[in-house]
Nanobody, 116 residues
Framework: VQLQASGGGLVQPGGSLSLSCAASGSISGSIVMGWYRQAPEAQRELVATIARGGTTNYADSVKGRFTISRDNAKNTVWLQMNNLKPEDTAVYYC???????????WGQGTLVTVSS
C-alpha cells in the first residue's frame, strides 16, 4: 500500500492550504483516512479523520478551521486548512487504517509552514 500526499508549503497567518493523499495498493473497502501532524520537538498528534461513511473527528485545535473530506472510489482524502496559525506549522502525515486487515499505513509527510 502506498500513500501519495501532496500540498503543503509556506503560507502567511490567516491563509489557506489544501493537502491531498491518495492511497493505492491492496486495501479493503473499510478504511479510516486521516491526517496527523508533528511539530518540531513534539509528538505526532491527530488532526482529523474521516470514516468511509463520512463520520469525521477533529482535534479541538483545528475545529472550525480545517475540513477533511474523502472520495471513497479513489481512496483519496483531502484536508482543507483555513485561517492557519503559526502553531499549525508541522509536518503533516496522511494516515490510513484498514479496519478489516488490522493495518495502518503512513504517507511520507508534507511540511506546512505558517509564518509571516
Amino acid at each position: 500500500v502506498q500513500l501519495q500526499a501532496s500540498g503543503g508549503g509556506l503560507v502567511q497567518p490567516g491563509g489557506s492550504l489544501s493537502l491531498s493523499c491518495a492511497a493505492s495498493g491492496s486495501i479493503s473497502g473499510s478504511i479510516v483516512m486521516g491526517w496527523y501532524r508533528q511539530a518540531p520537538e513534539a509528538q505526532r498528534e491527530l488532526v482529523a479523520t474521516i470514516a468511509r461513511g463520512g463520520t469525521t473527528n477533529y482535534a479541538d485545535s483545528v475545529k472550525g478551521r480545517f475540513t477533511i473530506s474523502r472520495d471513497n472510489a479513489k481512496n483519496t482524502v483531502w484536508l482543507q486548512m483555513n485561517n492557519l496559525k503559526p502553531e499549525d506549522t508541522a509536518v503533516y502525515y496522511c494516515n490510513v487504517r484498514d479496519l478489516l486487515r488490522y493495518r495502518t499505513y503512513w504517507g511520507q509527510g508534507t511540511l506546512v509552514t505558517v509564518s509571516s
